[in-house]
């Protein structure tokens, strides 16, 4: 099982990006996926949240209305569409698959929302 995430950066205050990442070595489609962050001196939290063919999603109250998750089944890929960005939203953010009652996770990828 392999993770990658990337599309981090840093981000003025109010503005977007997108985070992907992109699954290999399992059956990606018959899976849930989630993204996951962790900001310094914190524990990891849950983000976002969808289910294995995509119709039904999750968002912690945080991000509500500013975050989405989506996936694609076809690039085993799943998505992370962060608008309104604020500064509490610097952090690493990671995927995370849970297959067999196992968690893997993803390297992470940087999001850093400052002026």
């Known amino acids: 099982v392999q993770l990658v995430e990337s599309g981090g950066g840093l981000v003025q205050p109010g503005g977007s990006l997108r985070l992907s990442c992109a699954a290999s070595?399992?059956?990606?489609?018959?899976?849930?996926m989630s993204w996951y962050r962790q900001a310094p001196g914190k524990e990891r939290e849950l983000v976002a949240s969808?289910?294995?063919?995509?119709?039904?999603?999750n968002v912690a109250d945080s991000v509500k209305g500013r975050f989405t998750i989506s996936r694609d089944n076809i690039r085993n890929t799943v998505y992370l569409q962060m608008n309104s960005l604020k500064p509490e939203d610097t952090a690493v953010y990671y995927c995370?698959?849970?297959?067999?009652?196992?968690?893997?996770w993803g390297q992470g990828t940087q999001v850093t929302v400052s002026s």
């Open positions: 969808i289910d294995s063919a995509g119709g039904s999603t």
């Open positions: 070595g399992f059956t990606f489609s018959r899976y849930p």
């Open positions: 995370k698959a849970f297959i067999l009652l196992r968690d893997y």
